[in-house]
T-cell receptor
Framework: AQTVTQSQPEMSVQEAETVTLSCTYD???????LFWYKQPPSRQMILVIR??????QNATENRFSVNFQKAAKSFSLKISDSQLGDAAMYFC????????????FGQGTRLTINP | GAVVSQHPSWVICKSGTSVKIECRSL??????MFWYRQFPKQSLMLMAT?????????EQGVEKDKFLINHASLTLSTLTVTSAHPEDSSFYIC?????????????FGPGTRLTVL
């Protein structure tokens, strides 16, 4: 079974600075999907960014980008120019292209933005 | 993105009663729906996966007789917590997906907070 590990329970960053959230995963599959979700205080889960494993190019979405290292099974999220609205829990998730394609979530990282 | 709604957003019930939570995909047909449970400051724990017209597939350790899931149409799934007890108090989140490709995003509902007295 696949597992996802986020080793940073909490992170903080100054507004306008850059922060990187770590995520590692374990799988024997060669093709899969990876995601970062944001859960603000409202608890509504929001998709931040996604990556297909067979694509070597790192995904980017405005201020959000990933560093995908397939051999190392690492999928970190970089947030540039941090804003107060970025404060939230961030979850890394793995999805197999096989079967029910369930999302497997990491433990989460709580990100605080300091003004 | 597409919208998934949940009703009610919060519910308080007495121990021993049953509670039904509805999950609707408002602007797309959801071939697959998922139910999660989230304890405070913890991650989402998948309870079950359901496909329209089929029986739900429960994760290991989830009591199927306690958490009844029905996916009667492509836009509606329900979770019924039967004979609820205080330990069932939690935040329940549903999500829905319209297909199985990479670009078939899984959209999440806003969640339902259940408190059992």
């Amino acid at each position: 079974a696949q597992t996802v590990t986020q080793s940073q329970p909490e992170m903080s960053v100054q507004e306008a600075e850059t922060v990187t959230l770590s995520c590692t995963y374990d799988t024997s599959e060669s093709d899969y999907y990876l995601f970062w979700y944001k859960q603000p205080p409202s608890r509504q889960m929001i998709l931040v960014i996604r990556q297909e494993a067979y694509k070597q190019q790192n995904a980017t979405e405005n201020r959000f980008s990933v560093n995908f290292q397939k051999a190392a099974k690492s999928f970190s999220l970089k947030i540039s120019d941090s804003q107060l609205g970025d404060a939230a829990m961030y979850f890394c998730a793995y999805r197999s292209p096989q079967g029910a394609q369930k999302l497997v979530f990491g433990q989460g990282t709580r990100l605080t933005i300091n003004p | 993105g597409a919208v998934v709604s949940q009703h009610p957003s919060w519910v308080i019930c007495k121990s021993g009663t049953s509670v039904k939570i509805e999950c609707r995909s408002l602007d797309f047909q959801a071939t697959t729906m998922f139910w999660y449970r989230q304890f405070p400051k913890q991650s989402l724990m998948l309870m079950a996966t359901s496909n329209e017209g089929s029986k739900a597939t429960y994760e290991q350790g989830v009591e199927k007789d306690k958490f009844l899931i029905n996916h009667a149409s492509l836009t509606l799934s329900t979770l019924t917590v039967t004979s609820a007890h205080p330990e069932d108090s939690s935040f329940y989140i549903c999500s829905a997906r319209s297909g199985e490709g990479f670009y078939n995003e899984q959209f999440f509902g806003p969640g339902t907070r259940l408190t059992v007295l």
